[in-house]
């Protein structure tokens, strides 16, 4: 069994009912049990600014997906719920991005372990934190929390809370 971290996020329609699917959907995976769930944020766009601020999260799966399958499950997911990719960091329905798969570094067409990055952004790393803070991203050496100490000042990043629907997600079995 594989544990990654899936960074999550949307600012496109009824966001956190799609939030709510979509981690629902990553549930329910073969061989897949969300272990963590990080409570939802509010946070300002990056890239394209000009777009509603996103509500984002983090979780922690115990998969029998290799990366390659889960990213193509989290991708499939995706466009379930309707996410398009016309603008590149533009507005979208649910955002699934896998961030670390255990100890590994890859660098593939399609896929990048740990997520290139991860360590600049705010909204990755605040909610990772919540649920992983002594998690090692495997090639810079460092701590989750290290990596946020080091990033400075997140005020962007705003807890929103944690609904109960996100503990019950953590209840599920493969």
Do not use: C
């Not at 466009?79 to 255990?102: E, K, M, N, Q």
């Amino acid at each position: 069994m594989g544990r990654a971290y899936i960074a999550f996020g949307g600012n496109v329609g009824d966001v956190e009912h799609n939030l709510r699917r979509a981690l629902a959907a990553v549930a329910s995976l073969r061989g897949t049990r969300i272990r963590r769930v990080s409570s939802l944020y509010r946070t300002a766009p990056v890239g394209v600014e000009d777009q509603p601020e996103f509500v984002n999260g983090a979780l922690e799966v115990e998969t029998e997906l290799g990366p390659a399958a889960l990213l193509e499950h989290l991708l499939a997911i995706e466009t379930s719920l309707g996410r398009t990719r016309a603008v590149r960091w533009g507005p979208r329905t649910v955002d699934l991005d896998l961030i670390l798969y255990g100890d590994l570094v890859l660098e593939q067409p399609g896929l990048e372990l740990p997520h290139p990055r991860m360590q600049e952004r705010g909204f990755v790393l605040v909610p990772l934190a919540e649920i992983a803070t002594e998690v090692v991203h495997p090639g810079l050496e460092a701590s989750v929390g290290q990596l946020l100490a080091d990033l400075g000042p997140t005020d962007d990043v705003r807890l929103l809370g944690r609904p109960a629907w996100l503990d019950s997600l953590e209840e599920r079995k493969p």
